[in-house]
């Protein structure tokens, strides 16, 4: 076994444990059904991405095959150039958290931590040190002794970490590690996983469902859908210029007007809606649908006296008034046919808008984007 970090490094330093992650155009078949198809993705080393998805998307079946749980049917695997899609998980090195992977509820939480160490044949007396070292990290050094059903939802989950990189994985592979936690503690929980993993250094691969924590805590997020990727770059990249309306939909609140192109005019196009509203945004070409969809953010949406001079502008009619605590989010009808969300900043003594009033709305053409159909692009160009 080469030297590993816990027994000799106690240093806060990134101890850049990580190795890059290739995958390389992975597909995965059950019969006809392709839960993967040509999957291809570079995590690099030291990296924190996360797979984002619906639910059915691929994203475990992506990670059982990194970890060895599944085979491929195609496709392959390599960390740091050398392919492991071969090897059977044991000699993959990876560590893992899995929500279905539970502690081991006979074994007391050091025991827990040194199994994969155990399994390793490392020495009782280093195993002892690890373990201690690791449980220190995780901040449950007085912990050892205890059984799982004794320790809360949030400890359970830390030392499941503690067991995943006890044995100095370059890679992690954390599959909804915080799933099943309140609201608050996952917050917590999350800045303490970033926290580790950066301690570390470790590369690590995480899914969730909830697209808010994947904002917070990934370095590059990867949009899966139907097996396929849909697009990979930093939380700002996707949030700021989602390269597919279905991006622009599962990575944040998002408004999705549907029309028809009407002019395209160097980078702006303006589409005319169902409810015949012509409105503008920047043009994304090659959408791969029938109808332009012109997506803008809630909290870009302006309304009242914020309108301005902005080229959008719209009448319109508030239909339901939510208060969210720092915010005001209103749905404002603008056509018989079209609605937009609007989200503005609460602010204290400000007259708040109320069901029925009338009221101007609109947004800045470059805080929108119109996803414009590869067949109107050449009708269309002015
Ligand atoms: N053993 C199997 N046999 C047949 N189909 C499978 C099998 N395992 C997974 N699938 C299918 O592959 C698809 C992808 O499943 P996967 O578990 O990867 O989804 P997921 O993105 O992790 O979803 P969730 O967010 O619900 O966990 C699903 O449609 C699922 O039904
Ligand atoms: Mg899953």
């Not at 059915?56 to 392959?76: C, E, N, P, V």
């Not at 050892?144 to 400890?155: D, N």
């Not at 808008?353 to 996803?371: E, K, M, S």
């Amino acid at each position: 076994m080469p030297e590993l970090g816990f027994s000799s490094c106690p240093s806060t330093e990134p101890r850049g444990l990580g190795k890059s992650v290739q995958v390389r155009l992975a597909s995965k078949f059950y019969g006809d059904f392709a839960a993967l198809k040509d999957v291809t993705l570079t995590v690099n080393p030291g990296e924190f991405l996360t797979l984002l998805g619906p639910s059915g998307s691929g994203k475990t079946t992506m990670m059982m095959a990194i970890a060895g749980f599944t085979d491929l049917s195609s496709g392959t695997i390599l960390i740091d150039e050398t392919r492991i899609d071969h090897l059977p998980p044991n000699r993959r090195n990876i560590g893992v958290v899995f929500q279905h992977l539970a502690l081991f509820p006979h074994m007391s939480v050091a025991d827990n931590v040194a199994f994969p160490l155990r399994m390793r044949g490392v020495p009782e007396d280093e195993v002892r040190v690890r373990v201690r070292r690791v449980l220190e990290l995780v901040e449950l050094p007085a912990f050892g002794e205890r059984l799982p059903s004794q320790l809360s939802g949030g400890q359970q989950q830390r030392v499941a970490f503690a067991r995943a990189v006890v044995f100095d994985p370059p890679v992690l592979l954390l599959d909804e590690p915080l799933g099943a936690l309140d609201r608050k503690l996952r917050e917590s929980m999350q800045a303490e996983l970033k926290r580790l993993q950066r301690q570390l250094g470790i590369t690590t691969i995480m899914v969730t469902h909830d697209q808010e924590e994947a904002l917070t805590i990934s370095d590059r997020i990867a949009v899966m859908s139907n097996g396929q990727l849909e697009q990979i770059g930093s939380p700002e990249e996707l949030y700021q210029y989602p390269a597919t309306p279905f991006v622009a939909d599962f990575v944040g609140d998002t408004n999705r007007i549907m029309g028809t192109v009407r002019t395209i005019a160097g980078e702006f196009c303006t589409i005319l809606t169902t409810g015949a509203i012509e409105c503008t945004g920047q043009t994304r070409h090659g959408h791969d649908a029938s109808v332009a969809a012109l997506v803008v953010r809630p909290e870009h949406v302006l309304v009242g006296q914020e309108v301005a001079d902005v080229a959008n502008r719209f009448d319109g009619v508030i239909e339901n008034v939510t208060y969210a605590g720092d915010s005001i989010k209103y749905v404002i009808r603008i056509s018989r046919e079209d609605t937009l969300v609007a989200r503005t900043r609460n602010v204290r003594h400000q007259p708040r808008l109320r069901v029925g009033d009338a009221t101007i709305v609109g947004w800045r053409p470059d805080d929108a984007v119109v996803f414009v159909p590869m067949n109107s692009i050449s009708e269309c160009r002015n």
